[in-house]
């Protein structure tokens, strides 16, 4: 079936024409640049920058796909979470195509569909060993979700059978990204920034505490965070340049390139260390204790490459295979919105307007 995906939950304006799990294409519009200066989405921003880009996103869509709105059998849309005035802009694309040429509307959960991304044709890659010559991922699954609003971890037993097992409490790990990114000055969104800096870097495993219990499978960044920003702060102290009265992130930030290139690159390369250990090791001990030999990952941060590798390492150890979605389907896009609603037809969910 052809299906119509449409998703703009935060920043990301994107529509996507699929035949099942075939992309036939995914056309996406970010407003990213736009929140550069304020290091982190404006809601506002982000909803007036889909409606005065969405009908063009529409048009490449359908163009690039060579399908005509009038052989599209189902329409998906993310309805939620996200940003309100963002989703109500998708959503009400969708109603009005919809009505228009009265074709059923499936509505998405953001979160259920960056766990469909493996799932899309050339959207996942086997990375483990244990995984050769059954390439295709299918349920039940451990997914891990690491985006910049989620970070959850789930057992996934079927389209629409998710169990939680665990959740982060504060930040979500792109949000500790983009949050540590700003406090270094290397800009937004913070993720490929760090990633960039901490390329080829001195890792100390001593300076921020990124070990955690594998017991709990909830998550917790805000801790080292602070950690980043006491670390920073000591260091100004140290060399003189902070006096002790200054301790705002704010005002921490715009003496942070004091540090030198090479000094923040290491605190770069430090943080991401930790960061990626603490999600390798709850994603191992999730699958460990579901007894689950299959682990799926989605959301912005799993397009980071250390994160990549070291998952890569630790289920080849313990006999899981890894699913990784390709780089492009990491990141916001209505592709696995469209695959997600085109599995939940088949399987009878209906929606109304
Ligand atoms: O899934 P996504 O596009 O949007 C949300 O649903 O939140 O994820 C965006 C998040 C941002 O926080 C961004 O910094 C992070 O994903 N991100 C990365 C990388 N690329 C994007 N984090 C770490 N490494 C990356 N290469
Ligand atoms: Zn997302």
Redesign the pocket.
Known sequence: MYVLGIET????TSIAVTSDNKILANSVSSSVHLHRDFGGVIPEIASRYHVEYINHVLKKALTGSGIGLNKIDLIAVTTRP?LMGSLLVGAAMAEALSLAGNIPLMSID?IHA?LYAGFMKNGASIKSKAGRGKPDLRFPFVGLV?????TSLFTVNGVDDYKLLGRTFDD????A??KV?KLLNLG?????E??KRASGCKVNKKIFPGRSSSEDLNFSFSGLKTSVLYYVRNRLRDKHILSGDKNKPDQIARLTNNLGHKEINDIAASF?EAVTEILTEKAIAACQREGMRRLAL????S?????RKKLSARTVQNGIRLYLPQ?RL???NAAMVAGLGAALYKKGRRCGL
């Open positions: 939950s935060c920043d990301e996200g953001h960056h690491v985006s910049g609003g989620h979500a790990a792109g949000e990204f983009d990114a937004y969104p913070g993720g490929p760090i990633e991401q989605g959301g912005g941060v397009a980071n490459t250390q994160l780089k990491c990141l916001d």
